[in-house]
């Protein structure tokens, strides 16, 4: 951690609030089976595989996971440049399916509307939940999450610093003070 | 994550760090063709242009298919139908096709350097899809992608480029990109087409084939380039073949997992074998699959943070 962040989750809480989004997916969802989890680059990448290992102990099944990336489907490629963009790998057919999107921090929305869209060109799932480690607030379209690990009201010039041991760290959630390089 | 290149024109300009983000970016949009909706509105509402003005068939439809794939509209413009054959100068030409709010050009002409001229003064990006014996990036870039997705590597690797490399922008493009990712370049051919000037560009030349291709990860067979060479280089094709021709006598020289490339179109029985094109050991078909990945990625990458309408930033 950084001399102007404060720390919002710690490894312990992280596990804690994964642990209890996973239960809530377990209760909401019936049928393991028409689950499948899908990870937004990169950060809902980490998160989706930790849910996954953590709901096939609850189910005692495997679950379906995939992964994508939202790059192509931004509304601001004209006004910035290029993001880099990695595989959308779904190896499943979404068609009938619950698709639980995952993502680390639900901000405006606009990554989550990007996800949408891309989802549409993919199939037809039943339904898409939305599970987020943290929701900061600020949401400039209609979109909610229904699993959130920690609600963290926070300014818009600050910024959420979410790490996972997966990039060589410590799992970590931190909220760096505005105005900060 | 380094790209802010508003124009694709070479590959010589490009650092190995811009080379890779092509690449990598590449791959996201080849797994975006295996998908049933293979298309994306990346490129939604922007025009793109193919200003073919030396003849194409093969890079044009994979820069229109990769155009459309990104929802852009296209506008293909070739020279036999065009303003050009009635004595309006490219400029002219160039400045029309921006009139009409075209955000990308993508240019072929028989003169090098010709995508750099209309760089200088359109506002709109401009991408080379060959200029004369000069560059043709995009080959470059998907032969570099189709190596790396084949060998997981490029660093280290004995890519041998055989055939008619002096009238080749496809053997300069991949010189380029190949030894700026580290691949050991050796050329081959006859000794009119493979001149000794070369080796400045980093690689070993050599008119031993077998030489050639013994140690080779890589064999990229160029077509004799008729239409480009002003007088007789070599005796007869039938002598091209049986010195330089990939046949099933020199496979069996080769590495067992050395791969075969081509840009096509090939002339069977000419410089490749007609069995080994449809060998395992071919990678042609692959090659064209990962062009329309790669054009895509590059129509991308140069699309941007320019700003609505190809207005100048």
Redesign the interface.
């Known amino acids: 951690m950084k001399s102007n962040e404060i720390l919002i989750l710690n490894q312990a809480a992280m596990e804690r609030a994964l642990t209890r989004i996973a239960h809530e997916i377990a209760e909401r969802n019936e049928h393991p089976a028409e689950v499948a989890l899908v990870g937004i680059h990169r950060g809902g990448v980490f998160l989706a595989q930790r849910l996954a290992a953590l709901l096939s102990t609850i189910w005692s099944c495997p679950v379906l996971l995939g992964q994508m990336?939202i790059?192509?489907?931004r509304d601001d490629?004209?006004?910035?440049?290029?993001?880099?963009?990695?595989?959308?790998?779904i190896p499943f057919d979404v068609t009938g399916k619950t698709l639980i999107l995952v993502d680390d921090v639900l901000f405006s929305g606009r990554t989550v509307r990007a996800a949408l869209?891309?989802l549409h060109?993919?199939?037809r799932p039943k339904r898409i939940q939305l599970a987020v480690l943290i929701d900061r607030g600020h949401r400039e379209l209609p979109i909610k999450a229904d699993f959130v690990g920690k609600n963290v009201p926070s300014a818009l010039d600050e910024r959420i610093r979410v790490r996972f041991r997966e990039q060589g760290g410590e799992d970590e959630v931190a909220l760096e003070k505005g105005g900060a390089a | 994550m380094s790209w802010t290149r508003k124009h694709l024109l070479d590959i010589q300009s490009l650092t190995p760090d811009e080379i890779v983000t092509v690449l990598d970016t590449a791959r996201a949009f080849k797994a975006v063709g295996e998908r049933a909706i293979k298309k994306v509105p990346a490129l939604r509402g922007k025009t793109v242009v193919n200003l073919f003005v030396e003849p194409s068939t093969r890079t044009r439809i994979s820069f229109e298919l990769a155009a459309q794939r990104l929802t852009a509209d296209v506008i293909n413009f070739s020279a036999e139908a065009s303003s050009l054959k009635k004595g309006e100068t490219l400029r002219d030409t160039a400045r029309n096709l921006e009139a009409l709010n075209a955000d990308i050009i993508v240019m072929r002409h028989s003169a090098s350097g010709a995508p750099h001229f209309l760089a200088r003064f359109l506002h709109a990006s401009v991408v080379n899809a060959g200029d004369g014996a000069h560059e043709h990036p995009t080959q470059a870039l998907l032969d570099t992608f189709t190596i790396r997705e084949k060998k997981g590597r490029i660093e280290g690797l004995n890519v041998t480029i055989l055939g008619d490399i002096l009238y080749s922008r496809v053997a300069r493009s991949n010189i380029w990109a190949l030894t700026k990712l580290g691949a050991k370049v050796t050329l081959c051919g006859p000794a009119t087409l493979v001149p000794r000037v070369f080796e400045q560009m980093g690689c070993r030349v050599t008119y031993d084939v077998t030489e050639a291709i013994r140690d080779a990860d890589i064999i990229n067979l160029l077509r004799i380039q008729h239409e480009r060479q002003r007088k007789a280089m070599f005796p007869s094709i039938n002598e091209y073949t049986s010195l330089f021709g990939l046949t099933k006598a020199r496979l069996a020289l080769t590495k067992p997992d050395a791969l075969i490339m081509h840009p096509g179109p090939i002339n069977r029985g000419v410089e490749i074998d007609s069995e080994i094109a449809d060998s395992p050991r071919s990678v042609i078909l692959d090659q064209v699959t990962n062009g329309l990945a790669v054009r895509m990625a590059v129509l991308f990458l140069i699309n941007g943070g320019k700003g609505p309408q190809g207005v100048a930033q």
Do not use: F, W
């Open positions: 990336d790059g192509m489907h490629l004209d006004r910035r440049t290029p993001p880099s963009l990695r595989p959308t790998v869209d891309a060109d993919i199939g």
